[in-house]
């Protein structure tokens, strides 16, 4: 038989969520770091996962894939977008998609059993925009989690970030841009953008909005203090000898010195 054709991707028929997840997400290596990481500070396995923001649930999915013990529970308040995760990430999973369950619903209110592991990925926490909402998020992550659980999450920031800016890169059969349209010092409210640009000239304008605010590392690090997590430990990306371009390699430290653009885990005990 001969080969199937694959139609170059343009912005007519793309599927949004797939070009997300491939541009923004690599629920493998995070997978892998927090199995590491939990290992090292807790000397056991994390079976149990709740993904906050989860999305199309992806991460999830990889989750509940690498070990048949591990279970997730995935919160999002887009049940359309859940519905997509379930169809092209769950439903592939097979026998064990039975491990994974999707609940709608606002992470500051959903009460699920307790877990090993709390994550929100992908700064999606950034969308609560004062300390009082910001708080009471952490407060709700801190109860979501068992007595020796692990609440994971990510940062980014760096001399370039607090600004308006647009940065992309080449992907097999597209271009992924990534934009903060507007950034505002006295609130740090930032509108950002994702963007994807094809080979026939077609572009899938603001394929992705957000409304966010730009938590700093220090804020962040204050406020899980106040929301009782005792232990809070930061990760940081490092760089490709020579360049500025992350190695995907995260180190723990206590100081870091800035950067044009970082990146980092953060993970904190209850
Ligand atoms: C940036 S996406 C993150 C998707 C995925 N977690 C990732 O790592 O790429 C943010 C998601 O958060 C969801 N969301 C925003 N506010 C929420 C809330 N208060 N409770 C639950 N989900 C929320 C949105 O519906 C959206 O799917």
Known sequence: ?????????????????????????????????????????????????????????????????????????GVDLDESVQA?????????????????????????????????VNVAFNFSFWVFKSRALLLSYFRAARRNLKRDGLFFMDMHGGTESMDTLSESKPLPGYRYVWEHKRFDIVSHDVQCAIHFEFKDGTRMNN???????????????????????????????GTERGTTHGNGVFS?????????????????AP
């Not at 199937?4 to 969520?17: G, N, S």
């Not at 070009?19 to 500070?41: C, G, H, M, N, W």
């Not at 993904?51 to 509940?64: M, R």
């Not at 653009?261 to 993970?267: G, L, M, N, Q």
């Open 1 to 73: 038989m001969p080969p199937k054709k694959t139609r170059p991707l343009t912005a007519r028929t793309a599927d949004r969520h797939k070009l997300y997840q491939r541009a923004v997400q690599t629920p493998e290596a995070d997978v892998s770091f927090i199995s590491r990481t939990f290992k090292a500070l807790r000397a056991r396995p994390a079976l149990s996962l709740r993904e906050d923001f989860c999305g199309t649930a992806h991460f999830s999915s990889a989750w509940v894939a690498s070990n048949p013990q591990r279970t997730a529970i």
């Open 84 to 116: 997509w995760g379930m169809e092209h990430n769950v439903a592939p999973l097979g026998a064990d998609s039975v491990r994974v369950k999707l609940v709608p619903g606002d992470v500051l209110h959903t009460r699920t059993p307790r877990v090993d």
């Open 207 to 237: 394929a992705f909005t957000y409304d966010w605010r730009f938590w700093t590392l220090p804020e962040v690090l204050e406020l899980l203090g106040q929301a009782g997590f005792s232990e809070v430990k930061c990760y940081f990306e």
């Open 252 to 268: 723990l430290k206590d100081r870091c010195s800035n950067d044009p653009s970082w990146i980092a885990y953060v993970v904190a």
